[in-house]
């Protein structure tokens, strides 16, 4: 038993300086936990145990959470509106580069039967929820900047589906720059912030140069992300 607990804190050493371990000795507990959390560990890695542990129940990545038919479906009705815009490299805040988007308030059968279950989902039952559903476009070559959803106008959760391509989303503190966590939002997946993550934590889509997760290079193309925001109370 000793040997075991000398081994155990080496590991615990050893992961400090390798981020690559936290990934491995998350694994091991979840295969203790059972095949639920074991699922986590293929779209959750951070920069430590400790980082890991604080947004744990506040992040969540439902991985092929829409059908490819219910894809298709939604970016036939965003395509119309998108096509007709330019990608911009300016934002009015400095948060986006190369994208593009649109509000969109009525859907059609299929498009509304998928946002039901994202609000099902992802919103505690009667919290109010931010009228259009928010498009945001991004040009293979465009990405998001580290920022906090304004206070004034969302509230304590954001649910965003991932269409066309496969992305990194980076969680940053802001009080401590040198810890992250990465999410790997696979295409059709739909990704939750709610609380900590989305109050006391910066996101960003990372750029198609840095966009790795777990050491492992995720090729960004054209990425469609349908957003969806409850009300500030």
Request: net charge neutral; proline share 4%.
């Amino acid at each position: 038993m000793t040997l075991l607990i000398r081994v155990s804190k080496q590991l615990q050493r050893q992961s400090f300086k390798n981020p690559l371990l936290y990934r491995l000795l998350s694994e091991s507990s979840a295969l203790r936990k059972g095949p639920e959390s074991k699922e986590e560990c293929t779209w959750l890695y951070g920069s430590s145990q400790e980082i890991l542990s604080l947004v744990r129940g506040h992040v969540e990545v439902r991985q092929n959470f829409i059908s490819e038919e219910e894809e298709n479906a939604l970016f036939k009705e965003v395509e119309t509106a998108l096509r007709k815009k330019r990608y911009e490299f300016d934002h009015w805040d400095d948060a986006i580069h190369g994208y593009r988007e649109t509000e969109r308030l009525q859907w059609g059968v299929t498009c509304e039967s998928v946002l039901r279950r994202v609000r099902a989902v992802a919103f505690p039952e009667g919290s109010p929820l931010l009228g259009p559903i928010h498009v945001l476009d991004l040009d293979k070559e465009g990405y998001i900047k580290p920022h906090i959803d304004s206070v004034k106008f969302c509230g304590s959760t954001i649910a965003g589906l991932s269409l066309l391509s496969e992305s990194v989303m980076r969680l940053v503190p802001e009080n401590k720059s040198t810890d992250w966590v990465d999410l790997l939002l696979s295409r059709r997946s739909l990704y939750i912030l709610r609380d900590e993550a989305r109050f006391k934590f910066t996101h960003e889509i990372l750029k198609e140069e840095e966009s790795f997760f777990s050491g492992q290079k995720v090729p960004r193309h054209r990425r469609i992300s349908v957003i969806c925001r409850n009300l500030p109370v």
